[in-house]
């Protein structure tokens, strides 16, 4: 033993045995202060109080873009094209969202191969910029019409939407693109946005660039959910371009992947492509720990704007979903989900369709738009009981 170790023993000795003697004469002799003492009485931190963020996903189906649409938004004057009508009664709801997502139908290819409908599908950009004005933030280029222009329209429609702010999801200019996981944080609540297509109607990928459509591997998507998950992102939501079009139930297919994607972490799956609002599903689950947790799928959110006028292709959705943050221990849950119904109103004015998207049960509670017949009031309160109970018939 060393010299300061005996001289601190000796002390200790010291300290006790005086203690030990006096203790009785004077209850308030403290003992000398040491380093262990004074960790021993150290005031413990306080518990940081608990508290709650919220952030709202506001998502909607296929923006199509057909020939009477495309002249709905020309001006011969100006020789300019604007779209701002399209949305301006729901611009409201969605813009009230933290996330919001919109599948775009269609290329932005510029003008030069002329600006076409169905089937290869070219719109004029200022389509992007309606898009944008209406709340939009997030959108998913990844569609059976990605390939419309070919790869130079891949590209241009990708300039395009970026050009205004836009997040595209799901094409890319490169492979180092390709792989880069989108990541949007809102309210402090961080989600990874995936998304794909069944395919591109036939046009093949150009050899060596798969990296310009991402397409629908199941077990390419799953290690996409794992390596978002590893970044440590708060939730994983996917965008899906399947099912079989005009069907208003899902097929076994879509029902076997979602199960799948969802198993591998998927917290959120969003549907398009039939042009029919398919039905939303929640899936409840535990997690490692043996706690509850939910995921949630829409099949197909319909149309959101488009000129198909057949029975439920005028129809769409605006599907919210509501996500909490719990500090501090960081733990996400899916609260609160509602689907809005609504409608693609095509009407005639100056000699030309006009169109414009339709929150049927607001429209339904005023009850003063100038530009609705009695009769129109009476098929949308068909349509909204109709698709409520439709949307609902998983729950």
Avoid at 98 to 106: A, S
Avoid at 145 to 159: P, Q
Avoid at 292 to 313: D, H, L, T, W
Avoid at 354 to 378: A, C, G
């Amino acid at each position: 033993m060393n010299i300061r170790s005996k001289n601190h023993l000796i002390t200790l000795i010291l300290t006790s045995s005086f203690l030990m003697l006096f203790g009785g004469c004077d209850r308030n002799i403290t003992p000398t202060t040491t380093s262990e003492v004074a960790e021993v009485t150290a005031t413990q931190p306080p518990k940081p109080q608990p508290y709650t963020k919220a952030a709202e996903l506001v998502a909607v189906g296929d923006l199509m873009m057909h020939g009477a649409q495309i002249k709905s938004g020309y001006n011969p004057t100006t020789k300019t094209y604007n779209y701002d009508n399209f949305f301006t009664e729901v611009k409201g709801i969605l813009s009230s969202g933290n996330w919001i997502i919109g599948n775009l139908e269609t290329t932005l290819a510029g003008p030069e191969t002329g600006y076409t409908g169905y089937p290869l599908f070219n719109a004029p950009d200022p389509l992007a910029d309606a898009i944008k004005k209406a709340g939009f933030n997030i959108i998913s280029t990844t569609n059976n019409h990605s390939l419309d222009r070919g790869e130079k329209g891949v590209l241009k429609t990708l300039e395009n939407v970026k050009k205004r702010g836009l997040i595209p999801v799901g094409t890319a200019t490169s492979a180092q693109e390709a792989a880069k996981i989108v990541i949007v944080e809102k309210n402090n609540i961080s989600m990874a946005i995936l998304g794909y297509s069944y395919g591109t109607n036939g046009i093949p990928i150009p050899k060596g660039k798969n990296y310009l459509v991402s397409l629908i591997d199941a077990k390419k998507i799953t290690q996409d959910i794992t390596k978002a998950r590893q970044s440590g992102v708060d939730l994983v939501t996917v965008i899906l371009h399947f099912g079989l079009e005009y069907q208003r139930q899902p097929n076994a297919e879509q029902k076997a992947l979602v199960k799948q994607l969802v198993n591998a972490g998927a917290n959120i799956i969003l549907g398009s492509h039939p042009h029919v609002v398919q039905p939303y599903q929640i899936i409840e689950q535990t997690d490692k720990l043996g706690k509850p947790k939910k995921a949630v799928v829409i099949y197909s959110m319909g149309n959101f704007i488009s000129n198909q006028r057949e029975k439920y292709r005028d129809l769409g959705v605006v599907f919210k979903v509501n996500i909490l943050k719990h500090f501090p221990d960081e733990t996400t849950e899916i609260k609160d989900i509602k689907a809005i119904p609504t409608w693609v109103h095509r009407y005639s004015q100056n000699g030309k369709y006009q169109f414009r998207v339709l929150p049927i049960e607001q429209v339904l509670k005023s009850r003063k738009d100038p530009l609705l017949s009695p009769s129109d009031y009476q098929q949308l309160e068909i349509d909204l009981k109709n698709m409520n109970r439709h949307l609902n018939s998983f729950q």
